[in-house]
């Protein structure tokens, strides 16, 4: 099978840039920007962060600023989390509509 790699970039009016990997079955997006909701609530000891969308991803921080960078942090370690356990068995999608 040919491998075959390319780089895809929006203009810089969008929101989203991708880089892409294509090979002969499928395309892939390899990284891109992607925006979550975080809820934050000052504390004692400063600043505690988490996403409602990511079960059990959260962090602190000293000020605001601090337990957002973190934040970003916790969010792309809990993917990759995810991603590595989600490698094996078969995949599917559902539709779920509210």
């Not at 203009?11 to 990997?21: D, E, F, K």
């Not at 002969?24 to 809820?39: A, C, F, G, I, N």
């Not at 059990?56 to 969010?75: M, R, V």
Request: glycine share 6%; with cysteine.
């Amino acid at each position: 099978m040919r491998h075959v790699q390319y780089t895809c970039n929006r203009t810089a009016g969008h929101a989203n840039s991708a880089y892409c990997a294509f090979n002969s079955r499928r395309l892939h997006h390899l990284s891109m920007e992607k925006r979550y909701t975080v809820s934050i609530k000052q504390t004692d000891e400063g600043f505690s962060v988490w996403v409602p969308g990511l079960p059990g991803c959260a962090s602190q921080g000293h000020s605001e600023e601090e337990a957002l960078e973190n934040i970003q942090d916790a969010i792309q370690e809990y993917l990759a989390v995810v991603d590595e356990l989600t490698q094996e068995g078969e995949k599917r999608e559902v539709v779920v509509q509210r």
